[in-house]
């Protein structure tokens, strides 16, 4: 199933149960955070429309079952969390193949070290 959120990310869930959650609102570990501006939430709370861009070069993650969520971390991150922030597009990617295979079993996802470029 897929669901959006606004125009500023989605969810995707898979046949096996697991959802990816890609977000990149003004909430969200991304480029969009640092915009200096006031919050969509603030603005939805006054009755005014998100300002938020429908477009980010990077954007958080999360997977999560149940209520259950999923770590996420790159190579240098020892511990890893249940957000995996400023995701590149492939990143993401890679992310969503893991999640997708039936067989995926809910174990901690560990990405290569991003290149700086990705930034």
Same mark, same amino acid.
């Given at each position: 199933?897929?669901? *959006?959120?606004? *125009?500023?990310?989605?969810?995707? *869930?898979? =046949? ?20 200096? @501006?006031?919050?969509?939430?603030? /603005?939805?709370?006054? =009755?005014? !429309? !998100?300002? *938020? !861009? ?14 259950? &969520?999923?770590?996420?971390? /790159? =190579?240098?991150?020892?511990? =890893?969390?249940?957000?995996?922030? &400023? ?12 999640? $997708? ?8 996802? @560990?990405?290569?070290?991003? @290149?700086? $470029?990705?930034?």
């Amino acid at each position: 199933m897929f669901k *959006t959120n606004n *125009t500023n990310g989605f969810t995707i *869930t898979f =046949g096996n149960g697991f959802t990816v959650s890609v977000q990149w609102n003004d909430f969200a570990y991304c480029s969009n955070r640092d915009l200096g @501006r006031e919050s969509d939430f603030l /603005r939805d709370c006054k =009755g005014l !429309p !998100p300002i *938020t !861009p429908n477009e980010c070069k990077n954007a958080e993650v999360a997977v999560f079952m149940d209520g259950k &969520w999923v770590r996420l971390a /790159r =190579g240098g991150d020892s511990e =890893g969390d249940d957000i995996l922030g &400023w995701a590149s597009t492939d990143e993401v990617a890679c992310i969503i193949s893991i999640v $997708s295979d039936k067989n995926y079993n809910g174990s901690e996802i @560990r990405l290569e070290q991003r @290149r700086m $470029s990705d930034d």
